[in-house]
């Protein structure tokens, strides 16, 4: 049972447009948020998170929302460049697990053409 | 400073052999968390250290997968009796304060 989704698993957009990335979560004690960047042969970055608490949090060009009565939230970047094309996976934790431990989404590989 | 590495970055072993995967996390970073990757997925929690010991070992798939971290800092995965479905990206990450995790390049094991 796949607690963490992102129904996409790909996404293609024109450099310079908005690139809006999806993920759905099950688990209703999940509390905190993340995305992750990953290129080939390297490991997942840290890109933004969000808290519970918020419904909204900007970071340069990203930005994150978060919908919990919908159990959705989505990465907008603006506007998108070529060096964003990567993998994006979505991350969830809940405080009550010990180290919140991350559990992921499958990934979206963005494409952004030149 | 430096990032997370882990050694090798690819290991072919065949069905039924022990393999052992290294990770150096950062220095000073008291949590340490294993996560596999299989291909066209996302991570999944294996295991997490807080020092020395496994605070939480509950995404270890069985009980040929097997952790350490002695001295709290280098960890080593093993893995008895590899077995084909074990082919993956073994991704290691280490954290300060157990909520933003940096992670290794991994090592992508190939059980033949």
């Known amino acids: 049972d796949q607690q963490v989704k992102q129904n996409s698993p790909s996404l293609s957009v024109q450099e310079g447009r908005i690139s809006i990335l999806n993920c759905d979560y099950t688990n209703s004690m999940f509390d905190y948020f993340l995305w992750y960047k990953k290129y080939p042969a390297e490991g997942p970055t840290f890109l933004i998170s969000i808290s519970s608490i918020k419904d909204k949090n900007e970071d340069g060009r990203f930005t994150v929302f978060l919908n919990k009565s919908a159990k959705h939230l989505s990465l907008h970047i603006v506007p998108s460049q070529p060096g964003d094309s990567a993998v994006y996976f979505c991350a969830a934790s809940a405080q009550g697990n010990a180290g919140n431990m991350l559990t992921f989404g499958g990934g979206t590989r963005l494409m952004v053409k030149p | 400073g430096a990032g997370v590495s882990q050694t090798p970055s690819n290991k072919v072993t065949e069905k039924g052999k022990y393999v052992e995967l290294r990770c150096d996390p950062i220095?000073?970073?008291?949590?340490l968390y294993w996560y596999r990757q299989s291909l066209g997925q996302g991570p999944e929690f294996l295991i997490y250290f807080q020092g020395t010991g496994a605070a939480d070992d509950s995404g270890l798939p069985n009980d040929r997968f097997f952790a350490v971290r002695p001295e709290g800092s280098v960890s080593t995965l093993k893995i008895q009796r590899t077995e084909r479905g074990d082919s993956a990206v073994y991704l290691c990450?280490?954290?300060?304060?157990?909520?933003?995790?940096?992670f290794g390049p991994g090592t992508r094991l190939t059980v033949l």
């Open positions: 220095s000073g970073h008291t949590a």
């Open positions: 990450a280490s954290s300060p304060d157990g909520w933003e995790q940096f």
